[in-house]
């Protein structure tokens, strides 16, 4: 049709954006992750989900620099409060968990195994990563699983690596925008 425009997000982009969008909610000063689930079938987000702590936890009294990593002493670290992006957009789905079979998880990071299990529980079939988790005998162990089930996993940009600092540009683009839209 005449005088459409051109510079539209396709699908893949506007599923990515918002799980990037997603992860500018995470508290945690080191890793923002952000998750949207998705019928591709209908171009539908059935969920969405950032790493962040347990429901009714208050985010100002919690140790996010995690001393407990270095210090050895568990109840510092945060990895055991926090919820990770994809679990919450699984945990954050308000139908029945049947309706999230043969979706595609966008994720702007791969996986951790934790993760991976409910991924593969709730019958999620395709990932698609932004960038690799830091953590290589994880992102095996994760990989195991997947090839598993039989779930389709693929890197948001098939051409070269993105990393923390493309993610970083990214948000600061979306924050901009939206700081300039709110003046």
Not at 83 to 90: D, G, K, L, Y
């Amino acid at each position: 049709m005449a005088g459409k425009r051109k510079d539209y997000l396709s699908w893949e982009e506007y599923f990515m954006g918002n799980a990037i969008l997603s992860s500018l909610r995470s508290k945690d000063p080191h890793n923002q992750v952000g998750s949207c689930i998705v019928n591709e079938e209908n171009h539908k987000i059935l969920s969405i989900g950032y790493n962040g702590l347990t429901r009714g936890m208050d985010d100002d009294t919690f140790d996010w620099l995690s001393t407990g990593e270095q210090t050895g002493i568990l109840k510092n670290v945060k990895d055991y409060y926090s919820v990770h992006a994809e679990r919450n957009a699984i945990l954050n789905y308000c139908g029945d968990t049947k309706d999230l079979e043969g979706s595609t998880l966008y994720v702007t990071w791969f996986p951790c195994p934790e993760c991976t299990k409910e991924i593969v529980q709730v019958g999620i079939k395709k990932i698609v990563y932004l960038r690799m988790y830091s953590k290589e005998e994880m992102v095996e162990i994760s990989n195991i699983m997947l090839k598993a089930a039989g779930i389709d996993v693929v890197p948001y940009n098939n051409k070269r690596e993105i990393n923390r600092v493309d993610v970083e540009k990214a948000i600061d683009i979306i924050q901009n925008k939206l700081k300039e839209l709110s003046e």
